[in-house]
T-cell receptor, first 111, second 115 residues
Framework: EDQVTQSPEALRLQEGESSSLNCSYT??????LFWYRQDPGKGPEFLFT???AGEEKEKERLKATLTKKESFLHITAPKPEDSATYLC????????????FGSGTRLLVRP | NAGVMQNPRHLVRRRGQEARLRCSPM?????VYWYRQLPEEGLKFMVY????????ESGMPKERFSAEFPKEGPSILRIQQVVRGDSAAYFC?????????????FGQGTRLTVV
């Protein structure tokens, strides 16, 4: 069964304290791995798509990496406005392009 | 993403009533996905539609739930005879084509409360 597990469930950082969020996945064949940001009361906001092991993508203070079993979202020198829930999702090659989501990591960055 | 429009944003229904949730995809997008997010849980896939076709409804409860995406107008998720367990946030996502190199953009969601 295709599955996505995110850790930690919650993370508190001081402003400027870099860290990484983990997304482990089990899927028959990976079509793509997606990272989204979700603010309270809002819909998920697309961040990155990664397709193959070794691929990396960056956007401002965020950098996503992908291996054959997991993905990391690295946050460098975070700011309070980076506080949100970060969602990881996979799309399997034998599926109908639906996304299978993890439960998310709630990030709080304190000033 | 403001491009995917969902309405209403909030919906309150009494047990036994019907709930209709609407989703207008981004311009040029012909693929629509519905997801449900229960409190403190991740998003769960419900149904994938293209214009006038249901492609995958494997995540949709067999009873009381139905979805459509007509040739003209928004996609509709319909929940008949709602129960308290249906209280959740329902999100719609759209993409321009069925392709690996396509990210899905989400709407702001409809928060359904069953009282």
């Amino acid at each position: 069964e295709d599955q996505v597990t995110q850790s930690p469930e919650a993370l508190r950082l001081q402003e400027g304290e870099s860290s990484s969020l983990n997304c482990s996945y089990t899927v028959s064949g990976l079509r793509g791995l997606f990272w989204y940001r979700q603010d309270p009361g809002k819909g998920p906001e697309f961040l990155f798509t990664l397709y193959s092991a070794g691929e990396e993508k960056e956007k401002e203070r965020l950098k996503a990496t992908l291996t054959k079993k997991e993905s990391f979202l690295h946050i460098t020198a975070p700011k309070p406005e980076d506080s949100a829930t970060y969602l990881c999702a996979v799309q399997a090659t034998d599926s109908s392009y639906k996304l299978i989501f993890g439960s998310g990591t709630r990030l709080l960055v304190r000033p | 993403n403001a491009g995917v429009m969902q309405n209403p944003r909030h919906l309150v229904r009494r047990r036994g009533q019907e709930a209709r949730l609407r989703c207008s995809p981004m311009k040029g997008h012909s693929h629509v996905y519905w997801y449900r997010q229960l409190p403190e849980e991740g998003l769960k896939f419900m149904v994938y539609l293209q214009k006038e076709n249901i492609i995958d409804e494997s995540g949709m409860p067999k009873e009381r739930f139905s979805a459509e995406f007509p040739k003209e107008g928004p996609s509709i998720l319909r929940i008949q005879q709602v129960v308290r367990g249906d209280s959740a946030a329902y999100f719609c996502a759209s993409s321009p084509r069925q392709d690996a190199n396509t990210e899905a953009f989400f709407g702001q969601g409809t928060r359904l409360t069953v009282v």
